[in-house]
Every structure is written in C-alpha cells, then in structure tokens.
Nanobody, 122 residues
Framework: EVQLVESGGGLVQAGGSLRLSCAAS????????IGWFRQAPGKEREEISC????????YYVDSVKGRFTISRDNAKNTVYLQMNSLKSEDTAVYYC???????????????WGKGTLVTVSS
C-alpha cells in the first residue's frame, strides 16, 4: 500500500522556519518524483515545489523561491521541505504527493498524504 505521511507542521512567527518531512512507503521510492503542495483557506491547492527521481532537479513556485528548499534522502525514503523566512501568506495545509509515472511528471500526481498544517502568525 502506497503511503505518504507528512510531519513537521505547526505554529511559527513570521520570519521563522520549519522543516516538513514526507515519509514514503509502499512503492519504489527512488523511481518517482515527489512534490509539495499547499492549500490555504478559501484558495485552490497549488504546487510549490517538486524534486525529480533521477538527477535531483528541483522546481519552485515563484512565491517561495529563495526561501524554501526541497531535498530527498533516498536512504530514508523521505523528502524534506525546509521553509525559511516564513510569511503569514504561507499559512496553509501542506501536502506531499508522488508522481503517477516513474521518471516523469507527464501524468501528474496519483497518491497524496493527508497534510500537515502550517500556521504563520504575524
């Protein structure tokens, strides 16, 4: 059974940092890209970062570039999202997801975690 479990969310003051973790199991972890998404109250879910399975290449949405860093530890089947200089607009539920196809993102994401809440107080 494919499982993705997020952790590390919480309440932090603006300007602070958090590190989210996404622990994966039930599939050949090294073959799939992993992405981080978030959904703020009243807004649609957006993709904020992704890391490939092959060469470790990364993607960031403009609003988090320079503040967030995605990484993966293949030995631990875990992807991390280091979030620095947090702003109130980063408040959201954060989800991780795996790519539907091995080695590419052509078919989107197929499995999602249940999310972890990040609240940034101003």
């Amino acid at each position: 059974e494919v499982q993705l479990v997020e952790s590390g969310g919480g309440l932090v003051q603006a300007g602070g940092s958090l590190r989210l973790s996404c622990a994966a199991s039930g599939f050949t972890y090294n073959d799939y890209a992993i992405g981080w998404f978030r959904q703020a109250p009243g807004k649609e879910r957006e993709e904020i970062s992704c890391i490939s399975s092959s060469d470790g290449s990364t993607y960031y949405v403009d609003s988090v570039k320079g503040r967030f860093t995605i990484s993966r530890d293949n030995a631990k089947n875990t992807v991390y999202l280091q979030m620095n200089s947090l702003k109130s607009e980063d408040t959201a539920v954060y989800y991780c997801a795996k790519s539907a196809s091995a080695g590419n993102l052509n078919d989107g994401m197929d499995y999602w975690g249940k999310g972890t809440l990040v609240t940034v107080s101003s």
